[in-house]
Structure formats: C-alpha cells, structure tokens
C-alpha cells in the first residue's frame, strides 16, 4: 500500500477542515512547495492536492498554487476540486497533473465522467465519493465540498461505471476526516469484497502507523493523510514502509 500524502488549499494556502466543514479550518504557515519538497525528502511519490475553493463553488482560484506546485516535478500530482467539465480537466492535466480527481461530476454528470475516462484513459482520471453512513452503517455520497447530502449509496454510485474503464477510486468518510480517531477499516474491508478490481484509496481519520498497517490489511491500494503528517504525529520511520522513495 502507497501512502499519499494531501495538500488542501483555500485561498493558496495548506489548511484543513475538521469534518469537511468550512467553518471549522486550521491553516497552517507553511508553504504548499514547502510541504511538497517536505513529503517529496520523506519518500513519497505521489501528493494529492484539493482545491477546497474548486470544491465548494467550482471555482479554480487555486489554479495558481497547484500549477507552481506542478512545476517542481519531484512528485506525480492528483488533483481534484471543481473539476465539473472538460474544459478545466483538460486545463488540469495540460499544466502537467498526473491525475485528476472527480467528486461531484461523477454523481451528476456521468456520462460525461464516462466519457474522461475513455478519452483520458483509466490512469489519469480517479473518482472520489466522499460517504457518510446512515444509521444503518450504508455509506451515502456528498457532493460540492461535502456541502449536498445525497440519497445515493456509494454502492449505486459505483454501479453507473459498471463497464467503463474506471480502476481507481478515492473513498473519504467525511465524519472522520481531520478528526485524528482512525480510518472506517470496515468501509474499506467491505469496498475491496465487492469491487476487488478497484485500486482504492482510503482517506479521513488516519493518526498513526498501525492505521496504515490495518487499511494495507484491508486490502487498500491506497492511503491519504492529510493531518497527521501536516503535524507530524507519525515518526518518519514508521512511515517508511509505505513511501516507495524512502
């Protein structure tokens, strides 16, 4: 399993939202370059941005930062927020992005999603279902920044790519992203029974190595960490099992 680590931007700077709430944001001081040569001398070979502004009003107000970030080639780069037609992810992977990440279109817009990814080919465009269980443990999709609560389950979202070329897929339960108490192991656990083929990335929750350890038990391809690794709550060797460069 590949740990990812995630760069949030509002506004051009690194912050982090506590339970996908806009209201309820720390920014931190440094950089996103900064961060990104940080992750890039700790091992990692991938960064996964989200252009928080993108998200919430589909605007591309960080375009500037991730385009810089872009520019620094020492990681492969995915990005995903606002990206809700072709003209911005075709501007998004011309500047030299790796991969994009589609959230919302992909519940609203999907055959054109289908379409991304026939023309842009199965590596270069991942999905993302940002889920929040229901009383009954079955994770729904929301949209725009966690901000639209759908009726949609994460299981029927998957199914309207039944036949495409999709191959990977980012999974957040918001409740716990920024949260720091552990991964949804169980989500996860249960989104390889029933789409083994998907390489999944787990994110929201992650506060140390044996967390990484039990979503690599859990059969994740994947794992994005935003906050434990912006505050340092991991010891650098004990991620290194996870870093291909380290």
């Given at each position: 399993?590949?740990?990812?680590?995630?760069?949030?931007?509002?506004?051009g700077c690194c912050?982090?939202?506590?339970?996908?709430?806009?209201?309820?944001?720390?920014?931190?001081?440094?950089?996103?370059?900064?961060?990104?040569?940080?992750?890039?001398?700790?091992?990692?070979?991938?960064?996964?941005?989200v252009d928080l502004?993108?998200?919430?009003?589909?605007?591309?107000?960080?375009?500037?930062?991730?385009?810089?970030?872009?520019?620094?080639?020492?990681?492969?780069?995915?990005?995903?927020?606002?990206?809700r037609n072709t003209?911005?992810?075709?501007?998004?992977?011309?500047?030299?992005?790796?991969?994009?990440?589609?959230?919302?279109?992909?519940?609203?817009?999907?055959?054109?999603?289908?379409?991304?990814?026939?023309?842009?080919?199965?590596?270069?465009?991942?999905?993302?279902?940002?889920?929040?269980?229901?009383?009954?443990?079955?994770?729904?999709?929301?949209?725009?920044?966690?901000?639209?609560?759908?009726?949609?389950?994460?299981?029927?979202?998957?199914?309207?790519?039944?036949?495409?070329?999709?191959?990977?897929?980012?999974?957040?339960?918001?409740?716990?992203?920024?949260?720091?108490?552990?991964?949804?192991?169980?989500?996860?656990?249960?989104?390889?029974?029933?789409?083994?083929?998907?390489?999944?990335?787990?994110?929201?929750?992650?506060?140390?190595?044996?967390?990484?350890?039990?979503?690599?038990?859990?059969?994740?391809?994947?794992?994005?960490?935003?906050?434990?690794?912006?505050?340092?709550?991991?010891?650098?060797?004990?991620?290194?099992?996870?870093?291909?460069?380290?």
């Amino acid at each position: 399993m590949r740990l990812i680590p995630a760069i949030d931007l509002k506004s051009g700077c690194c912050v982090r939202l506590l339970h996908g709430d806009f209201a309820r944001e720390t920014r931190y001081e440094i950089s996103p370059a900064s961060l990104l040569e940080k992750y890039r001398g700790m091992g990692a070979d991938w960064l996964h941005v989200v252009d928080l502004d993108g998200a919430k009003d589909g605007s591309l107000g960080n375009r500037p930062a991730i385009v810089h970030l872009v520019t620094q080639r020492a990681v492969k780069l995915q990005v995903g927020g606002g990206l809700r037609n072709t003209a911005a992810v075709t501007q998004m992977l011309g500047v030299g992005v790796a991969r994009v990440v589609i959230g919302s279109a992909a519940v609203t817009q999907i055959d054109q999603v289908r379409s991304w990814l026939d023309h842009f080919g199965p590596e270069r465009v991942a999905l993302a279902f940002d889920v929040r269980l229901d009383d009954r443990g079955t994770p729904h999709v929301a949209t725009h920044g966690w901000q639209r609560q759908s009726e949609l389950s994460l299981w029927s979202a998957l199914e309207n790519f039944a036949g495409s070329q999709l191959k990977h897929v980012l999974c957040t339960d918001v409740e716990r992203d920024g949260a720091l108490t552990g991964p949804n192991v169980a989500l996860y656990v249960e989104a390889v029974r029933r789409h083994p083929e998907i390489d999944w990335q787990a994110s929201g929750g992650i506060r140390d190595a044996a967390d990484l350890h039990a979503l690599e038990q859990a059969g994740a391809a994947a794992a994005i960490s935003g906050k434990a690794l912006l505050e340092e709550l991991i010891p650098c060797e004990e991620l290194q099992p996870f870093l291909p460069n380290a």
